[in-house]
């Protein structure tokens, strides 16, 4: 009989920093990289990745980047970002040793 695997919970990072182009840290400097969707709304699957780290870029360098410079993390599930824009963690887990965080973009409030 296979055995049965269970995702687990893992701790939300705090902040995710942009470094480069499609690839921020986060505050224990692991690596996410993004992947946007847009269906409805616009989703963004983050994913916990070694990857090698390029040089830093500034935010001048990054000025048509469409997603923001960096989240932080709100109560209630959600981040907020650079962008004063709302992003609420549909889910965050670990399966098979892979980290997926699935982010939906909030209407804004204007």
Do not use: N
């Amino acid at each position: 009989m296979a055995a049965f695997q269970t995702a687990e919970t893992p701790q939300t990072p705090d902040r995710l920093w942009i470094w480069e182009r499609d690839v921020y840290r986060d505050e224990d400097d692991r690596t996410w990289v993004p992947v946007v969707i847009k269906v409805h709304c616009t989703r963004v699957l983050m994913r916990q990745e070694d990857v090698p780290l390029g040089e830093p870029q500034t935010p001048s360098q990054l000025v048509s980047y469409p997603l923001p410079l960096m989240w932080q993390l709100y109560p209630g599930k959600r981040y907020r970002g650079t962008d004063s824009m709302f992003w609420r963690i549909v889910y965050h887990i670990k399966f098979r040793g892979v980290e997926d965080m699935l982010l939906e973009q909030l209407p804004s409030l204007d």
